[in-house]
């Protein structure tokens, strides 16, 4: 039986059948799916970790318990979990561990365009890439057996066109795969120096022996069609060389990406006149062709930034420009804004208002930098904002402390925002840092996380205590507020900012969106009233517009928060 499947969920059904028993992950987007999909085998044991480096030490455990793991992240959350990545090198595995890494060229959803491709070989541990449904779920079950058979774990590398597109995938039964027993080898699990300096030959043979199986691996394939241009590309790139060239050029496609072969590129390249390499990102292909002495054309065509296109395959290599059918009326930019009724709209207005410098961080409250609110002036990476405030107040000092703050989402404080505040206490700065908790992790769709009292299947869980866990990293002043009230949490940032010690406030609201959030009835305008003075435009709902110079508010909507009914000082907004 076949089945239209995304990408990711296609990664899960490999997961599935090749019976892996335990995932731990951090949502990110576009990766994300993966993790979801596997929670709906029963099979599989899955959870959502606090961040990537604990979700991955928890596959090596498991792998050296002797199942079949799997832990997956957006390429940042590889950075976070590089600690253990790269010493998973060293120990190997003992169950079949595999790591899904999803980048995001084009950076539709995060802070940077960093390709994966160095992380593996900077590791030493093989990556493969699939470039569409079918082939996430085939190099899933094979890369189990992979790291089973070379020792190691492997990476298999997504990219936000192959994780969110969708192909037909056959479906096949679950393999029933024993527990490999666990043996007691502290000269491969303990990574002292001693025995890790024993290991590091070891990686490099295993290398060895991986670079020359990729020479007639089934993953690297040439399609020869008898042309004499040549194409050497990967991923999801191998689908646009294919949509735009068809059979016109040969094509050696490479599934594995680290280590890659060499005489198979060397041989393909012989029988070409001109050799290009397509590939998204970095020059990796390109720079290890070079490397061995195969001359080829690569980024000083397509660059490298962003992503790469049919369109742009086509006009690079057959200069062909594309053409597109155009309006003939300019259409309106819709830049992303916070949904009506966020949580986050009232404490954000409160804080420019305050003309206060906000240290901000990873999630949808990043929007709070964007017009009209446009009160955040830094934002790095998850857990960043907590840090960087306490480094900006050092160098500043008091008068910097009575007039900044960090804002950090409840999830990702979390992640990684924890040991900042625990900075903050311990080494003393007069920091005060704003958790934005709206019952959930809002950025990357709704997962659930240790605050939230339930588990990635919905179960019920222990719930983190924010208040009794700030207590007890040091800070004594932790306050509450909700953020629909915006006088009173503007008195309480004032309050907090005049202490003369560290302190936490806790905005908190339910994100607007949550299922079980019970909203008020939409708001309505009385135009005899309205002067169109635009002041409650201010807050940048969506449900708010002028309309014949008066406020319009849209009743699909508005959720009733009352921000709006606030900042209207002429009564002309009510229920």
């Not at 056959?170 to 027993?181: A, F, G, I, V």
């Not at 903050?424 to 709704?446: K, Q, W």
Request: charged share 25%; proline share 5%.
């Amino acid at each position: 039986m076949k089945e239209l499947m995304l990408g990711n969920k296609a990664f899960a059904r490999g997961l599935y059948e090749a019976g892996c028993s335990i995932v731990s992950s951090y949502p990110g987007t576009p990766s994300t799916e993966v993790t979801e999909e596997a929670a709906k085998y029963d099979e599989i044991y899955a959870e959502w970790a606090p961040n990537e480096k604990v979700a991955m030490e928890v596959a090596l455990g498991a792998s050296i318990a002797g199942a079949r793991s799997f832990c997956g992240m957006k390429h940042v959350g590889l950075n976070v979990a590089a600690d253990p990545l790269y010493t998973a090198s060293y120990t190997g595995v003992n169950g079949g561990m595999v790591i899904a890494v999803a980048d995001d060229p084009g950076m539709h959803s995060s802070q940077n365009e960093q390709d994966s491709r160095h992380h593996a070989i900077a590791s030493k541990i093989l990556m493969l890439e699939p470039s569409d449904s079918k082939e996430c779920k085939e190099f899933t079950k094979s890369a189990f057996e992979l790291s089973e058979r070379f020792d190691t774990p492997v990476i298999i590398r997504l990219s936000t066109r192959v994780a969110h597109s969708q192909s037909a995938v056959e479906l096949c039964e679950r393999q029933t795969k024993d527990m490999k027993p666990y043996e007691k080898n502290p000269a491969k699990f303990v990574m002292m120096p001693g025995n890790a300096i024993r290991r590091h030959p070891v990686i490099e043979q295993r290398m060895k022996e991986i670079a020359e199986y990729s020479e007639s691996c089934p993953f690297n394939t040439i399609e020869d069609n008898g042309a004499k241009i040549g194409v050497i590309t990967s991923g999801i790139c191998y689908e646009y060389t294919k949509e735009a060239m068809g059979d016109s050029v040969n094509i050696l496609k490479l599934g594995i990406v680290n280590p890659m072969p060499t005489e198979l590129i060397k041989s393909f390249a012989e029988k070409c006149e001109k050799v290009y390499v397509i590939e998204e990102l970095d020059d990796v292909i390109e720079t290890h062709c070079k490397k061995i002495g195969v001359d080829v054309i690569g980024k000083e065509l397509f660059g490298w930034c962003g992503e790469i296109s049919q369109n742009m395959v086509a006009e690079k290599l057959l200069s062909v420009m594309p053409q597109f059918d155009t309006f003939d009326e300019t259409v309106p930019v819709r830049p992303p804004v916070m949904c009506a009724g966020c949580p986050h709209r009232g404490l954000f207005y409160c804080l420019k208002k305050l003309g206060l410098t906000v240290s901000g961080d990873i999630g949808c409250y990043t929007l709070g930098a964007t017009a009209p609110l446009q009160a955040m002036d830094s934002t790095i990476c998850m857990g960043a904002s907590v840090s960087a405030l306490h480094g900006f107040n050092k160098a500043l000092g008091e008068k910097a402390e009575k007039k900044s703050v960090a804002v950090i989402g409840d999830s990702t404080f979390m992640h990684s925002g924890m040991t900042g505040l625990v900075n903050i206490a311990y080494n003393s700065t007069n920091s005060t840092v704003i958790i934005l908790d709206n019952s959930i992790t809002g950025m990357t769709g709704h997962q659930q996380n240790p605050t939230t009292g339930k588990n990635l299947k919905g179960d019920p869980a222990y719930a983190v205590d924010l208040e009794a866990l700030c207590h007890s990293l040091g800070i004594e002043s932790v306050r509450v507020v909700d953020p629909y009230h915006m006088a009173e949490t503007e008195k309480v940032i004032k309050e907090e900012l005049e202490k003369a010690e560290p302190s936490v406030i806790i905005s908190r609201r339910p994100c607007a969106l949550l299922k079980y959030v019970k909203h008020n009835p939409p708001l309505k305008v009385d135009e005899s009233k309205c002067v169109g003075c635009k002041q409650c435009l201010k807050v940048g709902c969506p449900a708010i517009s002028i309309h014949n110079g008066k406020c319009v508010i849209d009743h699909t909507q508005c959720v009733g928060c009352g921000i709006c009914e606030e900042m209207c000082k002429l009564g002309a907004i009510s229920e």
